[in-house]
């Protein structure tokens, strides 16, 4: 999938390439192509790569016309091969930007360091607050008021890398995890893309300052 290649003074000239990383369905990463195309960012989203070869999102990125690859996590039982078998497949594809969407691996960090200050992720939760798994049970459990979602600077320790954007969710009577997980997933769909543009419309090669945003949540009615 190539954007559209018309010029605009809020973005750097150059087209840069964008690799992102999946697992699964990969929610996130159709926003970001979606968001790609509606907007015309002078990208290409070169490839999407997951390490599990029955990832639904892998049939979308395939459909858009974008390549997609695997690096098989059970071909790889230790971490560091993976890595390294993955960082060969990326390169490849000389990206300028690498963004995590649901790509369910810890990455080592000599992986971490090659790609320092051009990988990013999304992480639901309102960082430093729940970093790691299960973030909507630990919200929860700890009877916050608001939860929400973090993209972030990917660093070699786990989801404290420095925050880019936020969106906010109230945490409502009677939630629970599904409903609480659902809420933030439509504001993950929104933030990550104003992030990635954000950075293309910024100046130079890096990000703004961190600014949190107050995205206005969808409810739905059961």
């Known amino acids: 999938m190539q954007a559209p290649k018309r010029s605009s003074s809020r973005y750097n000239a150059r087209m840069k390439n ?3 990383l999946i697992s699964g369905r990969g929610s996130n990463m159709q926003a ?3 968001a790609a195309i509606a907007e015309q960012w002078p990208v290409r989203i070169v490839a999407v790569i ?3 070869a029955d990832a639904e999102g892998l049939q979308f990125a395939s459909q ?3 390549a997609t690859a695997v690096v098989a996590s059970l071909e790889h039982p230790v971490r560091a091969d993976f890595d390294a078998a993955l ?9 300028d930007l690498v963004l995590l969407a649901g790509f369910m691996r810890i990455l080592t960090a000599p992986f971490v360091e090659h790609y320092a200050g051009r990988m990013l992720n999304i992480h639901p939760s309102l960082l430093p607050n729940f970093p790691g798994l299960h973030t909507h049970r630990q919200a929860l459990a700890s009877g916050v008021l608001e939860h929400g ?3 972030h600077f990917v660093t070699a320790e786990l989801d404290h890398g420095p925050a880019v954007a936020q969106a906010v969710v109230p945490v409502l009577p009677g939630d629970t995890e599904a409903t609480l997980a659902a809420r933030v997933l439509v504001q993950e769909h929104l933030l990550y893309p104003r992030a990635i543009r954000a950075l293309l419309e ?4 890096t990000l703004p300052n961190p600014v949190r945003v107050d995205t206005q949540p969808i409810i739905t009615q059961e």
Do not use: C, E, W
């Open 202 to 205: 910024a100046p130079s090669s």
């Open 149 to 151: 979602a973090t993209v």
């Open 50 to 52: 997951s390490n599990r």
């Open 64 to 66: 858009q016309g974008i």
């Open 32 to 34: 970001l192509v979606r």
């Open 87 to 95: 960082q060969g497949v990326i390169d490849g594809f000389a990206p």
């Open 18 to 20: 964008i690799v992102i």
